[in-house]
């Protein structure tokens, strides 16, 4: 079983990807993991990183190449949950999910998280999302605003952790992934 969780900067990827993996006992991958892992390598905020991919095509298709070779070996073996923007199109996924949030959440998420003041971390999120957006038309042709390629497009405000879990867990039982 393959998973893909998609969403907007701060909207939940990562936590809903843990909880969702051990519930199922599955591994779980995460694009933004590896992007950090890339810009730390080259000594460099992630933010300056995103910058730098705008202009040099490769980093992207690096951080997929990374993450797609993670999520095939993790699905062969005990089914893989993958976190990043880009997962639903870059993997066969037996179910693809969006999570998104209004802005406000999203920055006070960030802040806490990067522990950056609100607007510091909505300065962030605007810059790194133009920025990705930019990048995925022009390396991809991929709208990240177009939802047509998922199953499930939550809006994380709504909802708890657990209300998500409960609800992909029903989307996995109904599409018959267990």
Known sequence: MLITIGGSVGSGKTTLADSISKKFGMERVSAGTVMRTMAAERKVSLLEFSKYAESHSGVDK????????????CAKKS??????????????????????????????RVAKRERVSEKIARRDILVREKSEK?????????????????????????????????????????????
């Open 62 to 73: 690096e951080i997929d190449a990374r993450q797609k070779e993670m999520a095939v070996r």
């Open 134 to 178: 930019k990048r995925y038309k022009e390396v991809y042709g991929i709208d990240l605003d177009d939802r047509d390629i998922y199953d499930i497009v939550l809006n994380t405000e709504k909802f708890g952790v657990e209300d998500l879990v409960s609800i992909v867990s029903e989307a996995v039982k109904v599409f018959n992934l267990v």
């Open 79 to 108: 089914g893989c949950v993958v976190d990043g923007r880009l997962s639903a199109y870059m993997l066969p996924s037996d179910l693809r999910i969006w999570l998104g949030a209004p802005l406000d959440v999203r920055a006070r």
